[in-house]
């Protein structure tokens, strides 16, 4: 072919090429009618893979007797009635067996007013002025341990009594969920008890009541 005949068959192929490269379908090319389109990852909601029970309370403790950082009122210290304060729980964590109780005055060298443990699971607070004793019937099966004070002062809650003119002390009241419960007769002290809880514990938390004298 001549040099001539070649520019000449150049010249129309091209624009031939350049139409077809235009009606070619494009890399992505949209889905038929009818057809669901593709889910990527960046397209799912926010919280697709949230869990089911994201909207779950939270574990936390109060009272009806005093608010978180707020005054404990006279009668539940050693300068009123002494009686244990009513305490309530909510959004108990899934799987708990049992819950324990820890109260204790960290302004006084981490004192203990109150422990009991095996705490039934369906429980969802302690009444006020609870029964003084090792072992209780209502909760059924909840134990107590001696606080501080001494062996020669029983079982149960004891509330504060600290030094005049010592300043605020925070009584700590720490609520533990537990995925398990210990034997009947099983007696602990406060450290015993805190050991006893290693890799057990579910949820945790605490209410702080503020007294001085």
């Known amino acids: 072919m001549s040099t001539l005949s070649s520019i000449v068959v150049a010249s129309f192929a091209l624009p031939v090429v350049a139409a077809l490269a235009a009606q070619a379908p494009p890399a992505s090319a949209p889905a038929a009618p009818g057809t669901a389109p593709a889910t990527t990852d960046a397209a799912k909601p926010a919280d697709a893979a949230a869990p089911k029970d994201a909207a779950k309370a939270e574990f936390a403790v109060k009272s009806p007797a005093f608010k ?3 005054r404990l009122p006279v009668e539940y ?3 009123g009635e002494n009686v244990s304060p009513e305490i309530t729980w909510e959004g108990t964590p899934t799987g708990t067996k049992s819950f324990a109780l820890i109260c204790h005055d960290p302004d006084a060298g981490q004192f203990i007013h109150w422990i009991a ?3 039934p699971a ?3 607070g302690l009444p006020r002025g609870l029964k003084r004793a ?3 019937d209502d909760p059924k099966g909840m134990r107590q341990g001696f606080t ?8 149960g809650y004891l509330g504060p009594a600290p030094g005049k003119g010592s300043g605020d002390h925070h009584y700590t009241f720490t609520v533990v969920a537990l995925d398990t419960d210990f034997p009947a007769d099983k007696v602990f002290t406060a450290r015993e ?3 006893a809880m290693k890799g057990h514990v579910l949820g945790k938390a605490e209410l702080v009541g503020i007294f001085s004298r």
């Open 68 to 70: 978180n950082n707020e």
């Open 77 to 79: 210290s050693t300068d």
């Open 117 to 119: 443990w095996n705490i």
């Open 122 to 124: 369906d429980c969802k």
């Open 134 to 136: 090792a072992t209780l």
């Open 148 to 155: 501080d004070w001494g062996k020669a002062k029983g079982e």
């Open 193 to 195: 008890l805190r050991s």
